[in-house]
T-cell receptor
Framework: DVKVTQSSRYLVKRTGEKVFLECVQDMDHENMFWYRQDPGLGLRLIYFSYDVKMKEKGDIPEGYSVSREKKERFSLILESASTNQTSMYLC???????????FGDGTRLSIL | AQKITQTQPGMFVQEKEAVTLDCTYDTSDPSYGLFWYKQPSSGEMIFLIYQGSYDQQNATEGRYSLNFQKARKSANLVISASQLGDSAMYFCAMREVNTNAGKSTFGDGTTLTVKP
């Protein structure tokens, strides 16, 4: 079974901090994604990557960056956390175009 | 314009009855895939069912079936014989093969509550 692991289920950080959210998948998937989920807004794509060291902006990349140094790991970075980045963050991966995404359990991030 | 529209923010269904969750989509790409996911209150996203744009038959997976009407750009999820454990948020998603580099677009979701 595909496993997508996010480093934390719950995280509390302070405004202005640099925050790292880690995601690891164990099935050699090329494609990895970071979403944020807010009530009434569905899932919005922040960044995605289709290969090591490759990244592309999604719909809401402002205030975020990503890193993919190894195929299995895709990190989301909040450069200087702000309260409007309080949200649920979901990582996902998939191996190909007609295959479903596999999601991690999510990280509920609170910025105080 | 929204690419995926789920018009029902919330739905109620009696246990053991069938329920249809609506999803309409908008694309000019002739090759695309449609996915449904379930998100229980615990937060994890669970893949339910997939329909490809060239598939001739409606997809089925156990109690889940997809009512795919290509001309109307609709991909409704039908859950038969609802169970209490079906109470969750349901998301419809689309992935366009030629125009969107493997990204998926999600609808805003429908919260389904199954009543005993």
């Amino acid at each position: 079974d595909v496993k997508v692991t996010q480093s934390s289920r719950y995280l509390v950080k302070r405004t202005g901090e640099k925050v790292f959210l880690e995601c690891v998948q164990d099935m050699d998937h090329e494609n990895m994604f970071w979403y944020r989920q807010d009530p009434g807004l569905g899932l919005r794509l922040i960044y995605f990557s289709y290969d090591v060291k490759m990244k592309e902006k999604g719909d809401i990349p402002e205030g975020y960056s990503v890193s993919r140094e190894k195929k299995e790991r895709f990190s989301l970075i909040l450069e200087s956390a702000s309260t409007n980045q309080t949200s649920m963050y979901l990582c996902a991966s998939h191996p190909g175009l007609n295959q479903p995404q596999h999601f991690g359990d999510g990280t509920r991030l609170s910025i105080l | 314009a929204q690419k995926i529209t789920q018009t029902q923010p919330g739905m109620f269904v009696q246990e053991k009855e069938a329920v249809t969750l609506d999803c309409t989509y908008d694309t000019s790409d002739p090759s695309y895939g449609l996915f449904w996911y379930k998100q229980p209150s615990s937060g994890e996203m669970i893949f339910l069912i997939y329909q490809g744009s060239y598939d001739q038959q409606n997809a089925t997976e156990g109690r889940y079936s997809l009512n795919f009407q290509k001309a109307r750009k609709s991909a409704n999820l039908v859950i038969s014989a609802s169970q209490l454990g079906d109470s969750a948020m349901y998301f419809c998603a689309m992935r366009e093969v030629n125009t969107n580099a493997g990204k998926s677009t999600f609808g805003d979701g429908t919260t389904l509550t199954v009543k005993p």
